[in-house]
T-cell receptor, first 114, second 113 residues
């Protein structure tokens, strides 16, 4: 399978639940990213991983916890979320320094917190 | 701080016509890249085109071209010969190489027959 795959595509969770979003890429990329996309707002960078090491945490609340066990997989663990966390969560990957091909994005997980 | 501004929340264009989507940016970096992405209703962001700050020629990729005016800090996307399948959200983004891209708020393009 090629490209960036995100699961699940849709998720509804209560504020006390714990869930995880998964992202997988088979492109040989060495950088992976989590973005949050809310309505009428620019995409917000959440986390950056380069060669499995977290290199950016963009002041994200601790109720979001990323995990990158290897360069092909990225998780976003969620717990005690708030309704304002409802959004489309996009995962992306890139070959660090390969600007000509940009990021490859997954289709996102549409998260609804109730 | 870096910033991307897309002032057109929505644009309409007739099929087969050309359309320009505006993007202005602000950065103190000397070396940077500008990117355009398309997001159809399925949600996936699709990379369209890249322009480097030191590139002297405007980037082109098929029907997409980037009108880069460095002094004005603008990087407008031109889509020629619009097709119905071009209807989508379009995002302008900026970053050093591919590190930490920041995105604008997007422009919704609708192509009508």
């Amino acid at each position: 399978e090629t490209g960036v795959t995100q699961t699940p595509r849709h998720l509804v969770m209560g504020m006390t639940n714990k869930k995880s979003l998964k992202c997988e890429q088979h492109l040989g990329h060495n950088a992976m990213y989590w973005y949050k996309q809310s309505a009428k707002k620019p995409l917000e960078l959440m986390f950056v991983y380069n060669f499995k090491e977290q290199t950016e945490n963009n002041s994200v609340p601790s109720r979001f916890s990323p995990e990158c066990p290897n360069s092909s997989h990225l998780f976003l663990h969620l717990h005690t979320l708030q309704p304002e966390d409802s959004a489309l969560y996009l995962c992306a990957s890139s070959r660090r320094g390969d600007r000509f091909n940009g990021y490859t994005f997954g289709s996102g997980t549409r998260l609804t917190v109730v | 701080a870096q910033k991307i501004t897309q002032t057109q929340p929505g644009m309409f264009v007739q099929e087969k016509e050309a359309v320009t989507l505006d993007c202005t940016y602000d950065t103190s970096d000397q070396s940077y890249g500008l990117f355009w992405y398309k997001q159809p209703s399925s949600g996936e962001m699709i990379f369209l085109i890249y322009q480097g700050s030191y590139d002297e020629q405007n980037a082109t990729e098929g029907r997409y071209s980037l009108n880069f005016q460095k002094a004005r800090k603008s990087a407008n996307l031109v889509i020629s010969a619009s097709q119905l399948g071009d209807s989508a959200m379009y995002f302008c983004a900026m970053g050093r190489n591919t590190d930490k891209l920041i995105f604008g708020t997007g422009t919704r393009l609708q192509v009508f027959p």
